[in-house]
């Protein structure tokens, strides 16, 4: 699986937005790029992934850069419950379906009222 | 849906020991991968079962095993245990995709706390 490179931390303020970039310089055409994040106390939680395009859901967005090889996740209003551990992982589509994931350091955020 | 479950919560045992870690995958998950989280580290892969199958295994020495039943659910086994064996360690649930780049998100359980004197 490719290496990723993330902020070992980040702050905020509660109800802005909030950008964690990942580096993934290695990454292959097959891999997918991933988010996690783990709250305090609690295991790692699914947050978004995406292949080539630009991708939404209820919890964040997700930008990949043209060439694949950086991705930032944007959480739109940041509030006190985001603050948790953010891991970008990048694995291929075999690796997957297969589940192992890759976990880096990740970055931390802390969300100030 | 009571999602991922792990029993038990918190364990101690002393150095030498055996130890089995237990995990319930998530209704309708067929695949059951396990964690070893160190305090300030992210999660490192130790196995996957599928199938009541090892499928995958990460760089973990033999000391570690583990068990799918018939049911999904599945059993983590240390054995010899060392001081560096204490972390949280963690399952996840998920369900093998049959499909091209098909994509099987893993939920995870809040993992067991396991502590070596």
């Known amino acids: 699986d490719a290496k990723t490179t993330q902020p070992n931390s980040m702050e905020s303020n509660e109800e802005e937005p909030v950008h964690l970039p990942c580096n993934h310089s290695t990454i292959s055409g097959t891999d997918y790029i991933h988010w996690y994040r783990q709250l305090p106390s609690q295991g790692p939680e699914y947050v978004i992934h995406?292949?080539?395009s630009n991708v939404n859901n209820r919890m964040a967005s997700l930008a990949i850069a043209e060439d694949r090889k950086s991705s930032t996740l944007i959480l739109h209003r940041a509030t006190l419950r985001d603050a948790a551990v953010y891991y970008c992982?990048?694995?291929?589509?075999?690796?997957?379906?297969?589940?192992?994931?890759?976990f880096g350091q990740g970055t931390i955020l802390t969300v100030h009222p | 849906d009571a999602g991922v479950t792990q029993s038990p919560t918190h364990l101690i045992k002393t150095r030498g020991q055996q130890v089995t870690l237990r995990c319930s995958p998530k209704s309708g998950h067929d695949t059951v991968s396990w964690y070893q989280q160190a305090l300030g580290q992210g999660p490192q892969f130790i196995f996957q079962y599928y199938e009541e199958e090892e499928r995958q295994r990460g760089n973990f020495p033999d000391r570690f095993s583990g068990h799918q039943f018939p049911n999904y659910s599945s059993e983590l086994n240390v054995n010899a245990l060392l001081l560096g064996d204490s972390a949280l360690y963690l399952c996840?649930?998920?369900?093998?995709?049959?499909?091209?780049?098909?994509?099987?998100?893993?939920?995870f359980g809040p993992g067991t706390r396991l502590t070596v004197l």
């Open positions: 992982i990048v694995a291929n589509a075999g690796g997957t379906s297969y589940g192992k994931l890759t």
């Open positions: 996840a649930s998920s369900l093998t995709s049959k499909g091209f780049r098909s994509y099987n998100e893993q939920f």
């Open positions: 995406g292949l080539t």
